[in-house]
């Protein structure tokens, strides 16, 4: 099986091709350029250097939230625009999922990502079989106390709101602190979550693929709000 993951997810980009478990191609960015210049010309690339077509792409994988609204638009936009025309099965893969793929060892991944207003998404999973132990959620920092101090140790903190959560366990926790690159989606963890998403069964057509963002966007709570007055 040839798997292409697609992130756009945040602030960075990434592009990868594997086909089983290698990896054939992976391209990242983290320039700050937006993502409608960066990312198409990524996936050109990974196509070219490859030599593959969108006809030899069996699976895609595309990073589906929690998020940025506008970033998880975009990746879904450029797969579902690949996928269509030849009907290939997407992988809804959630960003946190993706990321906890980037890490293997005895222990607990918890995958954070700074969500803003005093809050982080975030999910927790086995580090050796990448098993889900928390669903993915939206929530104050605080609310991570419980399952961190039960939580099988060694703890494996990734994501850009891993500084956040060094910032609040480093004192209390076993914690292994990971290079930087690791912090952030990668599209070779994308095509691993992918493949075994769509292996339990659980790939999509491309026009069941849609994002999920976990919370409202500003103006759906400004509207929330202003309706409260």
């Not at 895609?60 to 099965?89: M, N």
């Not at 605080?142 to 956040?164: E, R, W």
């Not at 849609?210 to 759906?220: C, D, G, K, N, T």
């Amino acid at each position: 099986m040839i798997c292409m993951g697609v992130d756009s997810s945040g602030k960075t980009a990434s592009v990868a091709v594997m086909e089983e478990d290698k990896l054939l191609y992976e391209e990242f960015a983290n320039a700050g350029l937006t993502h409608s210049q960066t990312l198409m010309p990524m996936i050109a690339h990974a196509l070219d250097r490859t030599g593959l077509t969108p006809a030899q792409i069996d699976l895609y994988a595309d990073s589906a939230g929690p998020r940025s609204f506008t970033g998880l638009r975009i990746a879904l936009a450029a797969v579902k625009g690949l996928a269509q025309p030849f009907a290939t099965p997407c992988a809804p893969v959630s960003t946190l999922e993706a990321l906890a793929w980037n890490v293997a060892g005895e222990g607990t991944v918890i995958c954070a990502l700074d969500a803003r207003r005093g809050e982080v998404y975030w999910a927790a999973f086995d580090g050796m079989t990448h098993a889900r132990l928390v669903p993915d959620q939206a929530s104050p920092l605080a609310q991570m106390d419980i399952f961190c101090g039960n939580c099988k140790k060694p703890v494996f903190f990734v994501g850009d709101g891993a500084d956040l959560c060094y910032n609040r366990y480093d004192n209390s926790l076993e914690i292994i602190h990971l290079p930087h690159p690791q912090l952030y989606p990668r599209g070779a963890g994308l095509c691993l979550a992918g493949v075994a998403l769509h292996r339990r069964g659980e790939s999509v057509s491309p026009a069941l693929l849609v994002p999920r963002y976990l919370r409202l966007s500003q103006a759906e709570r400004q509207r929330a709000e202003s309706g409260k007055e």
